[in-house]
């Protein structure tokens, strides 16, 4: 009989090691993205790392792909089959549109090696240029849609409180996963999304992701 023991194994893998693997083999499935940089993340982001390919062929069983960003030293979890991918709404949809276009014009104006900032204010005046007036956001709306975004590992706060964002100038970080989930390399690609999401769809439809 097969059992994650007699799997494992098979491997060099030392016996704390093996019994981490189920954990964080969940917890990369459960948030999508481990972040080298993240103090919580660390010590699972760098077993991953001197084990990868355990890691890949155990996601791989499952019919998941291990990828990781060497730049920004993220791993990413990505389905190969439609059943466990993301859907969402065309609200959040046109947020991470946003966030991906502020991200990029951030870092090519700028030239940081650290992820960049923008404020709250930025991002709601990006948000309205891209789909006008008309879909402008509430308070109520922008809060939902930043917190759960920030759940996601796309954004964060940089002393790590809530979200405000009636507060035009307080300032968000936006995490180098935006590059992942929105995989666009020329600014001709990016004006394509901007231009399918200002098109757009009917109110709170829904998109893959």
Not at 23 to 48: A, M, P, S
Not at 99 to 119: H, N, S
Not at 183 to 188: E, S
Request: proline share 3%; aromatic share 8%; hydrophobic share 35%.
């Amino acid at each position: 009989m097969f059992t994650t023991d007699t799997l494992l194994g098979i491997t060099d893998l030392p016996e704390r090691t093996r019994k981490d693997v189920p954990r964080i083999v969940n917890r990369l499935l459960g948030q999508t993205f481990l972040y080298q940089d993240v103090e919580t993340d660390k010590d699972d982001y760098y077993i991953v790392s001197r084990h990868r390919p355990v890691f890949e062929a155990a996601l791989g069983l499952a019919g998941f792909t291990l990828l990781h960003d060497d730049y920004h030293r993220i791993f990413q979890v990505v389905s190969d089959f439609s059943y466990c991918r993301m859907r969402h709404k065309l609200d959040e949809s046109l947020m991470i549109v946003v966030l991906r276009k502020l991200y990029e014009e951030q870092a090519e104006q700028l030239r940081l090696a650290a992820d960049p900032v923008v404020t709250v204010g930025e991002v709601r005046e990006e948000y309205r240029t891209i789909t006008g007036k008309e879909r402008d956001l509430g308070v109520i709306q922008y809060e939902t849609l930043l917190r759960r975004l920030r759940k996601l590992g796309l954004i964060d706060t940089l002393d790590g409180r809530t979200i405000n964002v009636r507060d035009s100038e307080a300032r968000l970080r936006l995490r180098g996963s935006l590059k992942l989930i929105l995989p666009v390399q020329t600014a001709d690609e990016m004006e394509a999304w901007v231009k399918r999401y200002r098109a757009g769809g009917p109110e709170g439809g829904e998109d893959e992701g």
